[in-house]
């Protein structure tokens, strides 16, 4: 790897966004993130993922620089949908992905903590995408996402003017869950990876389906999907052993079957 570096823990997957000095998505990294997914996907010991940014920032962006390198149109396209399709996979990864913000999560870097399922923000962070300063237009996604999050009206201002909002605005506006003192963000990210990853994989896999069912599917679809899916989970034998457990007044013992 020579953009990411990635470990795992206590059954948490910590991937590091290393690209000094802003850390900005190459398409080399989103190769290597690609990658590093596939390893993550098919280990079975790990049930939740963490990604954050080593240095000043999660990421400041994509890569600028290889933009100069492009020359069609048709080029620029396969480049937005292979990262589109990526963050797709994100959203849709069967195991929940944290992504702890600091410094600034900008364009690229916004777009991919979007796709992911928690963000977790420094107070101070900057989170914006900042593309048409650039007279330009978000190409991962960035133009759909974020006004589910946050609305069209203020999805608007912030692609119209530009303008970056701070880490607690993040989460009064929806785009965050939760905002910490930027020392205090990893440790916290860490808890909250430490709980999920207590859950069962088979009923934490359903819920990331349902969930992106509400967000792409009707209401009428998205029921009818929970009420087949809670009969698959619940005669699993993580479902059983956590029916059992509840009965027998203990900690359930999870094995992702």
């Known amino acids: 790897m020579e953009y990411l570096k990635w470990s795992a823990e206590d059954r948490i997957a910590t991937i590091t966004i290393a690209r000094p000095p802003a850390n900005a998505l190459a398409s080399g990294l989103l190769k290597e993130l690609s990658a590093v997914l596939d390893e993550i996907e098919g280990n079975e010991e790990i049930r939740v993922v963490l990604i954050h940014g080593e240095g000043r920032f999660f990421s400041a962006g994509a890569d600028i620089k290889e933009f100069t390198t492009i020359k069609t149109g048709e080029d620029f396209a396969k480049l937005a949908e292979y990262g589109q399709d990526l963050f797709e996979r994100m959203e849709h990864f069967p195991k929940?992905?944290?992504?702890?913000?600091?410094?600034?999560?900008?364009?690229?870097?916004?777009?991919?903590?979007?796709?992911?399922?928690?963000?977790?923000?420094?107070?101070?962070?900057?989170?914006?995408?900042?593309?048409?300063?650039?007279?330009?237009?978000?190409?991962?996604?960035?133009?759909?996402?974020?006004?589910?999050?946050?609305?069209?009206?203020?999805?608007?201002?912030?692609?119209?003017?530009?303008?970056?909002?701070?880490?607690?605005?993040?989460?009064?506006?929806?785009?965050?869950?939760?905002?910490?003192?930027?020392?205090?963000?990893?440790?916290?990210?860490?808890?909250?990876?430490?709980?999920?990853a207590k859950k069962s994989p088979v009923s934490l896999g359903a819920a990331i389906k349902l969930l992106n069912y509400s967000k792409h599917e009707s209401f009428y679809k998205g029921v009818k999907e929970e009420a087949k899916y809670f009969g698959d989970v619940f005669l699993s034998e993580d479902g059983q052993e956590g029916i059992q457990a509840f009965l027998e007044k203990r900690s359930p013992d999870f094995k992702g079957r």
């Open 96 to 196: 929940p992905i944290i992504a702890a913000i600091h410094g600034a999560a900008l364009g690229g870097g916004l777009e991919l903590a979007m796709a992911c399922h928690f963000r977790l923000v420094a107070e101070n962070a900057k989170l914006g995408l900042p593309e048409l300063q650039l007279g330009l237009i978000p190409g991962f996604a960035g133009s759909q996402r974020l006004p589910r999050y946050v609305g069209v009206a203020r999805a608007a201002e912030m692609l119209f003017t530009s303008d970056p909002i701070t880490g607690v605005e993040a989460v009064q506006y929806g785009l965050a869950n939760h905002a910490y003192p930027e020392e205090q963000l990893l440790e916290n990210a860490y808890k909250l990876a430490g709980k999920i």
